[in-house]
């Protein structure tokens, strides 16, 4: 079978250790994505189909009402938790794409590890501050 | 006679050796994928995939920051919505629609293929999808703009 070369030759060392998707990350980025296909669509509609108004928007009142409710809570914060996971797997990927060493691969994780955990920190206190509002 | 090393093919002490990763698979696997020109559907189709998903996580964060002013109280949400009601506010959401149906829709072709369940049927999958995705982005467009 002919195949194309499609990177420069590396050392072992350098091929053992490149930064690449692995299959770990793919599937992760997958079933994410699938449960991403639901809830933004739930998300989506709920927040700009369903509210007769200019372009779907709610009202600050219509938002409180909306959000304190316990199953609409559970479905944003489960849809918060899964969107903030695909993006930063998402930006991870195009990030070791660029084939970076071990140790930048390592702050790569680190950075995105902490800057996903910071958003869903920062979400859950949003909605959650706001069901208070009730 | 002649020596037996000679008899060799050319880089066969270097066989043993690990060599570089041949990929397979959906896209366009290395650094380049930022510039489709000359490339095939499926070069295109990771490419756009690539942009809509950068520009998707930048508009996470404008969410979550235009958000923010509903912990300010319902005088600041009330003057957002002014300005969010605009015609230009409007065509950047028919924008973000068009971004999440394209990078949903090639998401659910690349898991399909990838996944090896329709491996020899991508072509097809993103232009059907395509079809499907472009009704639902004019149903969603006449929507948002028939609002006003």
Known sequence: MATIRTRPERTRSRTRSRGTRSGGSWTATTLTGVGLLVLLAIHMVANHFVVRSVGGLRSYRQIIEYISDPIIFAIEAIFLLFVTSHAMLGVRGVLLDLDPSPRARRWIDIGLVTLGLGTLAYGYFLIGTLASRA | MSD?????????????????????????????????????????????????????????????????????????????????????????????????????????????????????????????????????????????????
């Open chain 2, 4 to 148: 037996r090393r000679s008899e060799r093919p050319p880089g066969f002490e270097r066989r043993g050796e690990r060599g570089p990763v041949l990929r397979k698979g959906v896209g366009v696997p290395t650094s380049g994928w930022f510039d489709p020109r000359g490339k095939a559907l499926g070069g295109f189709a990771f490419s756009a995939n690539r942009v809509t998903g950068l520009g998707l996580v930048f508009y996470l964060y404008l969410h979550l920051g235009v958000l923010t002013l509903l912990l300010r109280g319902e005088g600041a949400w009330s003057d957002f919505l002014r300005l969010a009601t605009s015609w230009t506010f409007l065509s950047l959401d028919v924008l973000l629609v068009l971004g999440i149906l394209y990078h949903g829709l090639n998401g659910i072709r690349v898991a399909l293929v990838g996944s090896g369940i329709v491996a020899d049927r991508q072509r097809a999958l993103w232009w059907s999808l395509g079809v499907f995705g472009t009704i639902v982005l004019v149903v969603a467009a006449l929507h948002i703009f028939g609002s006003k």
